[in-house]
């Protein structure tokens, strides 16, 4: 008897997306986060030592660039190419030092955008932005792509909880800052503090919980629990308009 294939983790969230549409085809690159699969999403030896060891940022072993094959490292989204999300990101970030301060300014902007729910339609970053609204994925979406404007690169953190948890599904952003990839949930407006390195992966996040119990803002903001990051599924954004 053969072993019944593993549930689909989107399964319920596919039907609320227009098909073929932006969020679809999101889901349909997402690289589901595993063991198996940590080193292809975030490097190799450098970046095991770190994680799981807590080796210093200064030890030799850490030194190598890491961060993964799966995402370029380097932003794709070309100046001029997307000028509305070009200047977008000038406005909302522009006076932000380069790096983390930008990274922080824009995530905390699209906090302010209205939660939508799911609705079927398929909407491009610069219609996001102009509405003032926003779903969970379309939102990480935006931020995704305004990061890359801002010379960030980026990619979108699909998080499934069991279908009984309300919400059921959100979605965050993990951007490479500072040598590593770190979350930034655009609806809180947060990332998260280690103890050992600056801020957390959604990697750090699946394998501690306690990562995202120690957050100031636990409680009070639903999306910054532990419980979103039991499954995970990473997917690069579409650079082309």
């Known amino acids: 008897?053969?072993?019944?294939?593993?549930?689909?983790?989107?399964?319920?969230?596919?039907?609320?997306?227009?098909?073929?549409?932006?969020d679809a085809r999101l889901l349909d690159r997402?690289?589901?986060?595993?063991?198996?699969?940590?080193?292809?999403?975030y490097?190799?030896?450098a970046t095991l030592l770190y994680a799981r060891f807590g080796v210093?940022?200064?030890?030799?072993?850490?030194?190598?660039?890491?961060?993964?094959?799966?995402?370029?490292?380097?932003?794709?989204?070309?100046?001029?190419?997307?000028p509305?999300?070009?200047?977008?990101?000038?406005?909302?970030?522009?006076?932000?030092?380069?790096?983390?301060?930008?990274?922080?300014?824009?995530?905390r902007a699209l906090a302010r955008l209205r939660p939508i729910d799911f609705?079927?339609?398929?909407?491009?970053?610069?219609?996001i932005l102009a509405s003032g609204e926003a779903t969970p994925l379309e939102r990480a979406r935006l931020l995704a792509l305004l990061a890359q404007a801002a010379g960030i690169a980026s990619r979108v953190c699909l998080l499934y909880r069991e279908p009984a948890a309300q919400p059921a599904f959100h979605a965050v952003c993990e951007l490479f800052i500072m040598g590593a990839w770190a979350v930034f949930d655009p609806l809180a407006g947060q990332?998260?503090?280690?103890?050992h390195r600056p801020y957390a992966s959604a990697w750090d996040l699946a394998r501690d919980p306690q990562i995202a119990a120690r957050h100031p803002e636990h409680g009070r903001k639903p999306?910054?629990?532990a419980s979103f990051y039991r499954t995970v599924g990473i997917a690069n954004v579409e650079i082309e308009g």
């Open 1 to 22: 008897m053969s072993e019944a294939a593993p549930r689909d983790p989107a399964a319920d969230l596919r039907p609320r997306l227009a098909p073929g549409g932006c």
């Open 30 to 41: 997402q690289l589901l986060l595993t063991p198996q699969t940590m080193p292809r999403l």
């Open 43 to 45: 490097g190799g030896e």
């Open 56 to 82: 210093s940022p200064t030890a030799s072993e850490t030194q190598r660039p890491s961060g993964g094959e799966f995402t370029p490292l380097e932003p794709q989204l070309l100046p001029g190419k997307r």
């Open 84 to 107: 509305v999300l070009d200047a977008a990101a000038q406005e909302l970030a522009g006076n932000a030092r380069p790096g983390l301060a930008r990274a922080t300014a824009l995530n």
């Open 119 to 127: 609705d079927g339609r398929d909407r491009a970053e610069e219609a």
């Open 191 to 195: 990332l998260f503090l280690m103890t």
């Open 223 to 225: 999306t910054l629990d």
